[in-house]
């Protein structure tokens, strides 16, 4: 069994620059039904396309829009704009994560540059954080769009984006996420990745996958 090599307050505290994923650490954009509206509204976009049936019932918009990048890539504008009005939609009315506050807090008083790595929308994330008077505290948005989707993470290019924008080495950057796509991505970036967990089985999948530290998606943690 693979154990962390540090803790969270130990692995942030040698950051030079932060990048945080938006739905999980910073908010919960797609809690049910908003998340089975959404596929809904992905789907809506190309109606007149027989999916199969993993993609015609899933609640993840995110996995029509990979299906329809990867089998009718025409359609890759339509749909994208159909998940970017369902993610803004429902970024009016998320819940912040519990970590949300705490972290931006923490980027203030060290004067640390961040950056939103998101497979969500730009225009989504904006619409959360501006809400709560959080978007002052972040220096860049590598976030999806209709041109880059087809590299959303895993691929490591939304994090060399936001790398790039900070003007920071991968070396002095901590990425905070919650899926294995952020820990595969963040490890092909060269970035060190905190891992926030739902549960104790996908703490140790995240950190068999490469997270340095691991702490509860649910509960704060010091600073």
């Not at 739905?23 to 596929?39: C, K, R, T, V």
Request: glycine share 4%; proline share 6%.
């Amino acid at each position: 069994m693979t154990t962390p090599r540090t803790t969270p307050t130990a692995l942030l505290a040698q950051a030079g620059a932060l990048l945080l994923d938006f739905d999980g650490p910073l908010a919960d954009l797609m809690p049910p039904p908003a998340n089975a509206l959404a596929a809904d509204a992905a789907r809506a976009a190309i109606n007149h396309i027989t999916l199969p049936p993993e993609v015609a019932t899933t609640t993840d918009h995110l996995a029509v829009l990979r299906h329809v990048i990867e089998h009718h890539s025409h359609l890759t504008a339509e749909v994208e704009h159909a998940c970017t009005r369902a993610e803004m939609e429902a970024a009016q009315h998320c819940s912040p994560s519990v970590h949300a506050e705490n972290l931006f807090t923490y980027i203030r008083q060290r004067d640390l540059p961040a950056a939103v790595v998101s497979n969500n929308s730009e225009e989504a994330v904006r619409v959360c954080l501006d809400r709560h008077d959080w978007t002052t505290h972040v220096a860049a948005f590598s976030c999806r769009d209709e041109h880059n989707c087809a590299d959303m993470k895993p691929s490591p290019l939304l994090l060399e984006q936001a790398l790039h924008a900070l003007g920071t080495e991968p070396s002095r950057a901590v990425f905070i996420g919650d899926s294995i796509s952020d820990v595969q991505a963040a490890t092909a970036a060269g970035v060190r990745i905190l891992g926030l967990a739902k549960n104790p089985r996908r703490g140790q999948e995240l950190v068999d996958a490469g997270a340095a530290a691991i702490a509860s998606l649910a509960e704060t943690f010091d600073l």
